[in-house]
């Protein structure tokens, strides 16, 4: 997303979205804004700093770019928190370019692009990934941290976070191989490629969590038709009264979770 000497710096400074959930929520009520009716006929909450001028044409732009996002019902209580990017440091961590707090489904981002980085658009697409997955089912392992469903079991997120080659909610110098962050740039990825945007480029997580065709399928599919339960299938049979039968039954298990028989 960023030049190399700002890669690692952004990484970390991502890490840090759980850290901020009593502090990103603060700044709301401090400036201007509201709900936005937009063109998908979704309402969505954006509030912008008092250090900004009031600009209700800048702020209802910023609700009709949530609503072109890939997406399903928890759009509507996103909200999204516009302010400098000093005021975002304060509030996400120091160097952080945004954060997200699950606890609030609060994003905080600036309006502006970075110089020699990603624009505020992936930045803002990014922490909606991460909106996404809290909204979202992966048992036994939590979306956030895993990813979803499809998209995970295409990673190979369980078998590779056994293997020690993934680390859920990786911090520091592990952030590149978390797949939570994966999920959540894949995420942005996914939506530059539909809306025919530049891709950002893919530098702060591993090479290895970049999605195929397939894996960017399997991702919007959770995101528009989400996994929310197991599925259960029957099968029966019968032995004759004499003698030693066996009987097999082949079952698919596509997806990574709990399996029960």
């Known amino acids: 997303m960023r030049a190399k000497a700002r890669s690692l710096r952004f990484a970390v400074a991502l890490a840090a979205v759980a850290a901020v959930a009593g502090a990103a929520?603060?700044?709301?009520?401090?400036?201007?804004?509201?709900?936005?009716?937009?063109?998908?006929?979704?309402?969505?909450?954006?509030t912008v700093s008092d250090r900004y001028p009031v600009d209700e044409t800048m702020a209802r732009g910023w609700a009709e770019y949530l609503a072109s996002l890939l997406h399903g019902p928890e759009l509507v209580r996103v909200t999204l928190y516009l302010a400098p990017y000093s005021e975002v440091q304060a509030l996400c961590g120091f160097d952080a370019l945004a954060c997200y707090s699950g606890q609030r489904e609060l994003i905080v981002a600036p309006r502006e692009d970075f110089p020699e980085g990603p624009t505020a658009q992936a930045v803002v697409a990014h922490e909606y990934g991460h909106h996404v997955a809290a909204n979202r089912l992966n048992p036994p392992w939590d979306a956030s941290g895993y990813g979803t469903k499809r998209w995970a079991s295409r990673i190979g997120v369980c078998a590779k976070t056994e293997a020690l080659t993934l680390f859920p909610g990786g911090q520091g110098l592990r952030y590149r191989l978390d797949p939570g962050e994966g999920f959540a740039e894949g995420y942005r990825l996914l939506n530059e490629l539909r809306a025919g945007r530049p891709e950002t480029a893919w530098d702060i997580v591993d090479a290895s969590l970049r999605p195929d065709a397939a894996t960017l399928a399997a991702l919007e599919q959770d995101v528009v038709d989400p996994w929310t339960r197991p599925t259960v299938e029957r099968r029966s049979g019968s032995f004759a009264p004499r003698g030693r039968a066996t009987r097999s039954f082949r079952l698919a298990t596509p997806l990574d979770g709990t399996l029960r028989i």
């Open 25 to 46: 929520g603060a700044p709301a009520a401090l400036g201007w804004g509201g709900v936005y009716p937009t063109s998908t006929g979704e309402n969505v909450r954006v």
